[in-house]
């Protein structure tokens, strides 16, 4: 049953993630970009706090997987790299703690574009 919880709990945080982005989309001019930006700044800014650690041990991989885990992510390769380097660790931190997601996104976007034809709607 605690497997199932983890479950849960991943879809409700996810979900709640998602609500929140709809909402934002729905009742305000910002446009989707800018939700976007502010999701990974969120991330960044929760994850810098502290805050974003509880969330992520509660929701798991709905908390890691949206662009909030993204800036958290950020946040926490800096601070890591910022104890190991000093300073210039801030600027390479971020970067290397999220290398390999980025890396995925360019990888499976290529491939995607190789197996389907891209193109315009018209």
């Not at 983890?6 to 910002?30: R, V």
Request: aromatic letters at 12%; proline letters at 2%; one cysteine or more.
């Amino acid at each position: 049953m605690d497997g199932f919880m983890e479950y849960l709990n991943a879809f409700i945080c996810g979900g709640i993630l998602c609500a929140i982005g709809q909402i934002l989309i729905d009742k305000t001019k910002l446009t989707p970009a800018r939700i976007l930006v502010l999701y990974v700044v969120s991330g960044v800014i929760l994850g810098g706090l502290g805050i974003y650690d509880y969330i992520e041990s509660w929701g798991g991989a709905g908390a890691t997987v949206p662009l909030t885990g993204f800036g958290y992510s950020l946040a926490n390769g800096a601070a890591k790299a910022v104890a190991e380097r000093g300073f210039w660790g801030a600027f390479s931190g971020g970067i290397t703690a999220t290398a390999a997601g980025i890396t995925a996104a360019i990888v499976f976007g290529f491939l995607v574009a190789l197996i389907f034809k891209p193109g315009d709607k018209s």
